[in-house]
């Protein structure tokens, strides 16, 4: 059975930075692109950002460009993808999911999804 298990979620006050991981189990995700979405309270999910299979390629949301980085490393047992998070503001605040798929901001093309963390910036 194919997990997709987000941490690193919390609460951290306006400015503040956290680092949300993704950890896969049950098969490798080495050649799939990943990506990390966002649900705010009373919202629609939205995409955050995505990298591609080796990690050479990333893709933002505009909200987010500058502020976080996502990054994805593959060894021949394991697939873990990060997102540093840094200047957090209240906007923020949503329960982050990871993603395998496509690199896309498409939540369609992405058929496997983790349960999400809870992230919550103060101000």
């Known amino acids: 059975q194919v997990q997709l298990v987000e941490s690193g979620g919390g609460l951290v006050e306006a400015g503040g930075s956290l680092r949300l991981s993704c950890g896969v189990s049950g098969r490798t995700f080495s050649t799939y692109a990943m990506g990390w979405f966002r649900q705010a309270p009373g919202k629609e999910r939205e995409f955050v950002a995505a990298?591609?299979?080796?990690?050479?390629?990333?893709?933002?949301a505009d909200a987010v460009k500058g502020r976080f980085t996502i990054s994805k490393y593959n060894n021949a047992k394991n697939t873990m993808m990060y997102l540093q998070m840094n200047n957090l503001n209240t906007g923020d605040t949503a329960v982050y999911y990871c993603a395998a798929g496509s690199v896309t901001d498409t939540e369609s093309q992405y058929p496997y999804w983790g349960q999400g963390t809870q992230v919550t910036v103060s101000s």
């Open positions: 990298i591609n299979w080796n990690g050479g390629s990333t893709f933002y």
